[in-house]
């Protein structure tokens, strides 16, 4: 029934493109539609005025990663994002630690390194470097990116959301979005897929897996005020949660304070909607109930902390939300390799080793194993059967629990870089990403800085204080 829908919505798009590429190349050009011109019974269409040789669909960690990976060699690269700015989940949960970006403090490509050296620059209030990860004002990150994508020169478009893709001949020709002047289609040589949610893939007809019945939770991230770090370790949040439960249902039954950057407010990431059910949010309908859920859950456990957390939480102040819940798994693009649980245990190698993953195998508050640095293949990020698209970040081809391996967001960067850089080299080389030759795209890899040697090294004790 899904399918049939959206079979009718593609030939609905398609026909109406058709009429408007006719009109005009057919020599009498119609202008595009505008407040001024429009007709009220037509379906609004309009134009991207800019023709890339890359496009990237989502300006999440991996999105940055490609983005910055595919113009830095000098592919005309478009960046699209659906909400008003970039950085995705690490924006949206508002100052928790975006691991992985320096594991062992030492650099993983020169694409991580320009992002941390553009929030540098903004000071301590900006960032906060750890071990292996940045504490971020959230406000700070998403200036600092605009600040690394006009420095490579990377054009990009807010407020911009892929609805539809085009496949001809197997090969995805171009993506449907929508804008406050209507849909337009915009076409490419190679499309990134960086949406977490493989929106483009699942749109032109790529094959995608989900986790049906045990898909991770999602979180409302929320930060506070008016608290010292003092009074937050003397609080004993697991006998507030006990003692409010009756009262606040909805809140988990323990969570953490973390420090914003080196200011002095404070974010929570959280079991979120871990106990309250399954909730598939490519769905509508369910994903509507797991960000309504999670807003009363946010303030039940502010006010749970506040009636319930004694002298040190009674004045504790929410700040605010995240701008969306943080999703960690929905589909994932089947690609000719699936990565799995014993790749990450194992720490495996492979011939094609485009980028590696480090940190913990981790499930939010579900399942943490220690794991060791392990290859992503090649084979990962390319759809099996379209062609014209790579992926990259949280829906790469993994299973369920190889996803939660590579999701700390230094690992999303690394995967965006390389499908980023794969995406220029197919696009300069006039071929596909299928048909690309792994080693020049390793050698360009090496070429930024990144050491495709690292699989099956153990690390450090991770430490999530920085
Ligand atoms: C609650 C939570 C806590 C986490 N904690 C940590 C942590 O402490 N440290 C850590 O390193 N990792 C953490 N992770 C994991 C990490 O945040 C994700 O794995 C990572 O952000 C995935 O990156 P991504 O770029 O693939 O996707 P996302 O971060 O999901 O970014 C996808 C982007 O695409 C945009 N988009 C989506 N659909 C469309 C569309 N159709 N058109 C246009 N734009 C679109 C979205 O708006 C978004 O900006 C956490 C995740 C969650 C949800």
């Not at 899904?2 to 009498?28: I, N, P």
């Not at 289609?185 to 990134?192: E, N, Y």
């Not at 003092?230 to 439960?245: L, M, S």
Request: proline fraction near 3%; include cysteine; hydrophobic fraction near 40%.
């Amino acid at each position: 029934m899904e399918e049939r829908k959206s079979l009718d919505r593609r030939t609905f798009l398609g026909a109406a493109g058709a009429a408007m590429a006719g009109a005009t190349t057919g020599g009498s050009p119609l202008p595009v539609a505008t407040a001024q011109s429009r007709a009220i019974s037509s379906p609004r269409r309009t134009t991207i005025a800019y023709d890339p040789d890359v496009l990237i669909v989502g300006g999440g960690p991996a999105g940055i990663g490609a983005a910055l990976g595919a113009a830095w060699h000098g592919a005309k690269t478009l960046l699209i994002e659906h909400h008003a700015f970039f950085g995705g989940v690490a924006a949206w949960c508002l100052g928790m630690p975006i691991n992985q970006m320096r594991p062992d403090r030492q650099a993983r490509s020169k694409v991580h390194e320009l992002v941390i050296e553009k929030l540098t620059a903004y000071g301590d209030q900006a960032v906060r470097i750890g071990q292996h990860q940045l504490w971020c004002n959230v406000d700070y990150l998403k200036v600092a990116v605009l600040d690394a994508l006009d420095q490579v020169g990377c054009k990009y478009l807010v407020h911009t959301r892929a609805v539809d893709a085009l496949a001809e001949g197997g090969r995805l020709a171009g993506v449907v979005v929508s804008t406050k002047q209507g849909l337009a289609t915009i076409r490419a040589k190679v499309f990134v897929d960086c949406t977490g949610d493989a929106d483009v893939a699942y749109f032109g007809g790529a094959e995608t897996m989900k986790e049906i019945g045990s898909l991770s939770h999602q979180t409302l991230c929320l930060n506070l005020t008016n608290v010292t770090a003092d009074q937050v370790r003397k609080a004993n949040i697991r006998d507030i949660a006990r003692k409010a439960k009756s009262k606040y249902p909805l809140i988990p039954d323990s969570w953490g304070l973390g420090k914003v950057s080196n200011g002095s407010s404070f974010y929570i990431n959280h079991a979120g909607t871990r106990d309250l059910g399954q909730f598939d949010t490519t769905d509508p309908v369910q994903r509507t109930e797991a960000e309504c859920q999670s807003r009363r859950q946010v303030l039940q456990m502010t006010l749970a902390m506040r009636e319930f957390g004694g002298d040190e939480l009674k004045n504790i102040e929410l700040i605010g939300t995240g701008t969306q819940i943080g999703v960690r798994e929905t589909r994932r693009v089947k690609g000719p390799y699936v990565l799995t649980e014993e790749d990450a245990l194992s720490g495996r190698k492979f011939e094609d080793a485009i980028a590696w993953r480090s940190g913990f195998l981790d499930i939010g508050f579900v399942r943490l194993s220690k794991m060791k640095i392990h290859d992503v293949p090649y084979r990962a990020i390319v759809p099996e059967k379209l062609d014209g698209l790579l992926v990259a970040g949280r829906c790469i081809s993994a299973t369920h629990v190889a996803a939660s391996a590579g999701k700390s967001m230094g690992n999303c960067v690394a995967t965006g870089h390389a499908a980023g850089l794969a995406a220029a080299l197919a696009a300069r080389k006039g071929c596909t990403p299928r048909e690309l030759k792994v080693a020049g795209l390793q050698d360009a890899l090496r070429a930024d800085g990144v050491d495709l040697n690292r699989a099956g090294d153990e690390q450090e004790e991770l430490v999530n204080k920085g």
